[in-house]
């Protein structure tokens, strides 16, 4: 071919492609948001229970290593222990396979109502939920390849470095913020302008800023500025401070762990991956007390697997305390009651923590331009724009209120630019009940508001997972029991009173930033606590960060693993995610999660060397 047909040749072909891409993207876009606005979540886990009902067991045979489930932890589990070719990993994932549609950043609320999500709500709660339907907080949790990390907001946030200092000072050698550094360093390409020292370059989890920024981003970060707030990188060497997002994106696209890293390891011949399989029991060997494989479900039929070296159990907080009470491992009153055979007797399912968050909608003068589908679309495949982040969140901020409790911050807010909402999802997203849904969706105008999302980040208040049954097709029992302890109340307020004042300085002036105030509480203008304490109330939903359900800790009265995260009491088995935390985390949980999974992987390397 001579060379200037040639090039014509793949001018033409480039050209076509590239439209027939974005009418794709147009097309799945339109179709996706429309199916989710009419999906109805699941109330049970029925698409295995015939499977789970049937009598025969078959064998799936024995690995080294099984892991239960393919989030955060389990992808990164994965993808180090299998650089062992001598070592064979069953990987069992209760979801199906990421899509073209979840890459996309922006469209993360729309994949909460899909089958990407459990579908899991609180129980009916007395001193927080209070606005939602029923009382019901709503829990989001991924079931997918990448669990949280192919639903979620993409934040990237490591936390301060004394909360790990705390998980050390509980007894867990190995765990202090000197150790984990190198830890999150580890997983990081930072594409970002951050502290020396801090970041990691080479890895395989891509962070970069996302662009273009709204001129809003830069009126959060002026008024932060006024309330006397630095300018700072919050993943380095100070945490206390106002801030552009660093996102887990990948030339605009969401770098979930199935992505940045499950796929690198998916073709080994040492590692099989199981999706739509759902681990329904550890299975222990009940003289030893070791764990010998997993029982699951998958294709309408039910299998037994055997782990010669170990099971390690990477479920989430909330689904990882189900499988170990539902494997006789748990509070034993409680087992007793479910009419579980126990094994061992453990605070499985308690010390449960959760970020309290209030949404709090901003009104300003500034419009966000209106941009087509198909010029958002036409952006995001150049790697830029609204499509490419997360719900336009833009900036966040880390501050002390009076009452300092910690010494990481006890607040965060994270500010979104307008048309972070759609007025038709925003009451679903947060399960409002009907009156407080409309008295929102009325006032909404989501090319002037921005949201500013105000968390609570060390909540003393602990709820607990329960079983509602010894049947593994029933959700778990989730209490959040947010506010029982009047400090959370207190610290809370003071944090919205920053807020609060953050919108009266200058920069905000400018743009005559005012609250959407649904008049629930009274006036809004007397900041008072009782005003303050009912917004709390009512209207505060969870920060999607639940941890803590089955902690880290030397003592098996306290603590459900150890430090080198083996379940107290049980051989051959391990917990490895965010249950696992003892104490909470200054942000985001992400990020902190990977961490302990790419730890959980050097420690398991070196026992088997
Ligand atoms: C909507 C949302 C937004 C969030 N936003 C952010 C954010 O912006 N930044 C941030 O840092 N964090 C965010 N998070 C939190 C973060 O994603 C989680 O903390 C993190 O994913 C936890 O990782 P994990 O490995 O503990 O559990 P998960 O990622 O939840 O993984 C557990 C996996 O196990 C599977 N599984 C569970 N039970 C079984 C079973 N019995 N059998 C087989 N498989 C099973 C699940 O399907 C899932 O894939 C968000 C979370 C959500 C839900
Ligand atoms: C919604 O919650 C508010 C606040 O608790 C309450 O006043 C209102 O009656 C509730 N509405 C419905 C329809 O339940
Ligand atoms: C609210 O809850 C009730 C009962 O729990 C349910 O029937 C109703 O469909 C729910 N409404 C919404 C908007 O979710
Ligand atoms: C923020 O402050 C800088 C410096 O004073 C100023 O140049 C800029 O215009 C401000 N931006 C906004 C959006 O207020
Ligand atoms: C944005 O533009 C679309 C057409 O491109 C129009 O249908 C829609 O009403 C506009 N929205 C606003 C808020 O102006
Ligand atoms: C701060 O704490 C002190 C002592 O615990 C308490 O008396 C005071 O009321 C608190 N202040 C606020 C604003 O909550
Ligand atoms: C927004 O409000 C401010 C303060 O009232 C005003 O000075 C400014 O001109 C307004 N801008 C627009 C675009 O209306
Ligand atoms: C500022 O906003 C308020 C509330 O939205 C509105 O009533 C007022 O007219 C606005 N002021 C200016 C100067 O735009």
Same mark, same amino acid.
């Given at each position: 071919?001579?060379?200037?047909?040639?090039?014509?040749?793949?001018?033409?072909?480039?050209?076509?492609?590239?439209?027939?891409?974005?009418?794709?993207?147009?097309?799945?876009?339109?179709?996706?948001?429309?199916?989710?606005?009419?999906?109805?979540?699941?109330?049970?886990?029925?698409?295995?229970?015939?499977?789970?009902?049937?009598?025969?067991?078959?064998?799936?045979?024995?690995?080294?290593?099984?892991?239960?489930?393919?989030?955060?932890?389990?992808?990164?589990?994965?993808?180090?222990?299998?650089?062992?070719?001598?070592?064979?990993?069953?990987?069992?994932?209760?979801?199906?396979?990421?899509?073209?549609?979840?890459?996309?950043?922006?469209?993360?609320?729309?994949?909460?109502?899909?089958?990407?999500?459990?579908?899991? /709500?609180?129980?009916?709660?007395? *001193?927080?939920?209070? !606005?939602?339907?029923?009382? $019901?907080?709503? +829990?989001? &949790? @991924?079931?997918?390849?990448?669990?949280?990390?192919?639903?979620?907001?993409?934040?990237?946030?490591?936390?301060?470095?004394?909360?790990?200092?705390?998980?050390?000072?509980?007894?867990?050698?190995?765990?202090?913020?000197?150790?984990?550094?190198?830890?999150?360093?580890?997983?990081?390409?930072?594409?970002?302008?951050?502290?020396?020292?801090?970041?990691?370059?080479?890895?395989?989890?891509?962070?970069?800023?996302?662009?273009?920024?709204?001129?809003?981003?830069?009126?959060?970060?002026?008024?932060?500025?006024?309330?006397?707030?630095? /300018?700072?990188?919050?993943?380095? *060497?100070?945490?206390? !401070?106002?801030?552009?997002? $660093?996102?887990? +994106?990948? &030339? @605009?696209?969401?770098?979930?762990?199935?992505?940045?890293?499950?796929?690198?390891?998916?073709?080994?011949?040492?590692?099989?991956?199981?999706?739509?399989?759902?681990?329904?029991?550890?299975?222990?060997?009940?003289?030893?007390?070791?764990?010998?494989?997993?029982?699951?479900?998958?294709?309408?039929?039910?299998?037994?697997?055997?782990?010669?070296?170990?099971?390690?159990?990477?479920?989430?907080?909330?689904?990882?305390?189900?499988?170990?009470?539902?494997?006789?491992?748990?509070?034993?009153?409680?087992?007793?009651?479910?009419?579980?055979?126990?094994?061992?007797?453990?605070?499985?399912?308690?010390?449960?923590?959760?970020?309290?968050?209030?949404?709090?909608?901003?009104?300003?003068?500034?419009?966000?331009?209106?941009?087509?589908?198909?010029?958002?679309?036409?952006?995001?495949?150049?790697?830029?724009?609204?499509?490419?982040?997360?719900?336009?969140?833009?900036?966040?901020?880390?501050?002390?209120?009076?009452?300092?409790?910690?010494?990481?911050?006890?607040?965060?807010?994270?500010?979104?630019?307008?048309?972070?909402?759609?007025?038709?999802?925003?009451?679903?997203?947060?399960?409002?009940?009907?009156?407080?849904?409309?008295?929102?969706?009325?006032?909404?105008?989501?090319?002037?508001?921005?949201?500013?999302?105000?968390?609570?980040?060390?909540?003393?208040?602990?709820?607990?997972?329960?079983?509602?049954?010894?049947?593994?097709?029933?959700?778990?029992?989730?209490?959040?029991?947010?506010?029982?302890?009047?400090?959370?109340?207190?610290?809370?307020?003071?944090?919205?009173?920053?807020?609060?004042?953050?919108?009266?300085?200058?920069?905000?002036?400018?743009?005559?930033?005012?609250?959407?105030?649904?008049?629930?509480?009274?006036?809004?203008?007397?900041?008072?606590?009782?005003?303050?304490?009912?917004?709390?109330?009512?209207?505060?939903?969870?920060?999607?960060?639940?941890?803590?359900?089955?902690?880290?800790?030397?003592?098996?009265?306290?603590?459900?693993?150890?430090?080198?995260?083996?379940?107290?009491?049980?051989?051959?088995?391990?917990?490895?995610?965010?249950?696992?935390?003892?104490?909470?985390?200054?942000?985001?949980?992400?990020?902190?999660?990977?961490?302990?999974?790419?730890?959980?992987?050097?420690?398991?390397?070196?026992?088997?060397?």
């Amino acid at each position: 071919m001579p060379l200037l047909f040639e090039v014509f040749f793949f001018f033409i072909v480039g050209a076509v492609s590239a439209s027939l891409t974005s009418d794709y993207y147009q097309q799945l876009i339109a179709q996706e948001t429309a199916k989710s606005l009419t999906y109805e979540l699941p109330k049970k886990n029925e698409e295995f229970k015939t499977g789970y009902e049937s009598n025969a067991i078959n064998d799936y045979g024995e690995y080294d290593l099984v892991i239960v489930g393919a989030g955060t932890a389990g992808c990164i589990l994965a993808t180090r222990l299998s650089e062992i070719a001598k070592i064979s990993i069953l990987l069992l994932e209760a979801g199906g396979e990421e899509n073209d549609f979840n890459q996309i950043l922006a469209m993360w609320p729309y994949n909460l109502f899909s089958d990407f999500n459990w579908g899991y /709500f609180s129980t009916p709660q007395k *001193r927080s939920c209070l !606005g939602m339907n029923n009382s $019901q907080c709503v +829990i989001y &949790r @991924g079931k997918v390849i990448g669990g949280g990390s192919s639903i979620n907001g993409a934040m990237y946030v490591r936390g301060n470095c004394k909360d790990y200092d705390n998980w050390a000072a509980l007894g867990n050698r190995g765990w202090s913020c000197k150790d984990v550094l190198p830890y999150f360093k580890k997983s990081e390409n930072s594409q970002v302008d951050g502290d020396e020292g801090y970041h990691g370059i080479g890895g395989f989890w891509n962070i970069e800023y996302s662009l273009p920024e709204s001129p809003l981003l830069h009126t959060f970060i002026n008024g932060s500025l006024e309330t006397n707030l630095p /300018f700072i990188d919050y993943n380095g *060497r100070n945490q206390i !401070g106002v801030s552009k997002l $660093q996102s887990n +994106i990948k &030339r @605009g696209r969401r770098q979930s762990f199935g992505t940045a890293f499950l796929n690198n390891a998916r073709k080994r011949s040492n590692l099989k991956v199981v999706t739509k399989a759902l681990v329904t029991k550890i299975t222990i060997d009940r003289r030893s007390k070791q764990a010998t494989g997993v029982e699951f479900v998958t294709n309408n039929k039910k299998f037994r697997v055997r782990a010669r070296k170990e099971v390690i159990v990477s479920a989430g907080a909330i689904n990882t305390p189900q499988l170990l009470m539902l494997s006789g491992i748990g509070p034993k009153n409680h087992l007793k009651d479910m009419k579980i055979p126990l094994v061992v007797d453990l605070p499985v399912g308690k010390n449960l923590m959760e970020h309290p968050v209030i949404n709090l909608i901003i009104h300003t003068n500034y419009t966000a331009p209106n941009i087509s589908t198909a010029e958002s679309v036409e952006q995001f495949l150049n790697g830029l724009g609204p499509l490419t982040k997360g719900a336009n969140l833009e900036g966040l901020s880390f501050f002390h209120t009076r009452n300092t409790s910690t010494e990481g911050p006890e607040i965060q807010l994270i500010t979104a630019s307008p048309y972070a909402v759609d007025a038709s999802l925003f009451p679903k997203l947060i399960n409002f009940n009907t009156t407080i849904g409309q008295a929102f969706s009325k006032q909404l105008q989501p090319q002037n508001d921005m949201v500013w999302y105000v968390v609570l980040l060390h909540e003393k208040s602990r709820g607990q997972i329960l079983l509602q049954s010894n049947n593994p097709i029933d959700f778990p029992n989730i209490d959040l029991n947010m506010f029982e302890e009047q400090d959370d109340v207190d610290v809370f307020s003071e944090g919205l009173e920053y807020a609060f004042r953050l919108l009266e300085t200058e920069a905000f002036k400018k743009v005559n930033a005012t609250l959407l105030d649904i008049s629930l509480c009274g006036d809004s203008g007397t900041h008072s606590k009782q005003y303050m304490e009912c917004l709390m109330r009512n209207l505060a939903g969870t920060g999607y960060h639940p941890i803590g359900t089955a902690a880290m800790g030397p003592d098996p009265r306290k603590f459900v693993v150890d430090d080198k995260l083996r379940v107290h009491g049980v051989g051959n088995l391990r917990v490895i995610d965010a249950s696992i935390f003892p104490l909470g985390i200054s942000g985001n949980t992400n990020a902190p999660t990977a961490m302990v999974a790419e730890k959980g992987a050097d420690i398991i390397k070196s026992e088997l060397k």
